[in-house]
């Protein structure tokens, strides 16, 4: 059975050579696609290029008065720094294509690293009020290893990780070519804004000169909360009457 087909549709050219790729997609929690979007509004970004597929809802998102494609990468041409973001729930079958098509962008545009994240959920009855939760780091090569400890990143040394994360891992190690997945404890299938803002102050260390307005985010994390929770829910429902004869 083939995998499902993805298509990068190219906006801009920029010269990103020796740069960072972000993964905003949404893996297990939403900490990767939350510090991805704080990046994007705290730092002056071009939308660079598009992402579609046929496996893809029917969803368009708008902003302004004005329709978007629901992944979407942006670009700093300064900091040679790229973010793919977008606001779908991705079935487990576009996750291999989705990270695919990160690697093979990333290599193409010339960048050295590529970060994602992934979410630990917490045990059931475990406390999910603490403090700003750690951020651990583990990575498909040595270097990238390396790379994560001099940022003040420390190694989760055993245990396992899913979803777009995991491949970019294992085919990283497979083409030696570095990846870093930071490790975040989050509550399970919602949105964690600490744990998002923990996520984007990790980046910014990563990537010299990023920076996230944390209190910002913090302070909008009830309104992104729910429209986020409004998008992925609207990707699940059947629709109602209303919606389908109008």
Request: glycine fraction near 6%; hydrophobic fraction near 50%; charge should be negative.
């Amino acid at each position: 059975m083939s995998e499902p087909p993805l298509e990068i549709r190219k906006l801009k050219n920029v010269n990103l050579k020796g740069g960072i790729v972000v993964d905003g997609f949404p893996s297990v929690g939403l900490a990767n696609a939350i510090a991805s979007e704080c990046l994007i509004h705290s730092l002056k970004t071009e939308f660079v290029a598009m992402i579609d597929s046929p496996a893809f809802p029917p969803l368009s998102i708008i902003r302004n008065a004005m329709p978007n494609f629901p992944a979407r990468v942006y670009a700093n041409e300064e900091l040679k720094l790229a973010m793919f973001v977008s606001e779908l729930n991705l079935d487990a079958s576009l996750f291999r294509p989705a990270a695919n098509l990160m690697l093979e962008w990333a290599l193409n545009s010339n960048c050295d690293l590529i970060v994602s994240a992934a979410g630990i959920p917490y045990e059931e009855g475990e406390a999910a009020n603490e403090a700003s939760p750690q951020v651990f780091a583990v990575a498909s090569t040595p270097h990238a290893l390396k790379i994560a400890a001099e940022a003040g990143i420390p190694p989760a040394l055993s245990g396992s990780v899913s979803g777009i994360p995991a491949i970019l891992l294992n085919e990283g190690s497979w083409r030696n070519y570095d990846v870093i997945v930071l490790l975040v404890k989050v509550v399970h299938d919602a949105p964690d804004f600490r744990a998002g803002a923990a996520v984007a102050e990790a980046l910014a260390k990563l990537a010299p000169g990023a920076k996230c307005d944390v209190p910002a985010l913090l302070k909008e994390a009830e309104v992104m909360e729910k429209t986020l929770k409004k998008l992925r829910s609207e990707q699940v429902l059947p629709p109602t009457k209303e919606q389908m004869y109008g």
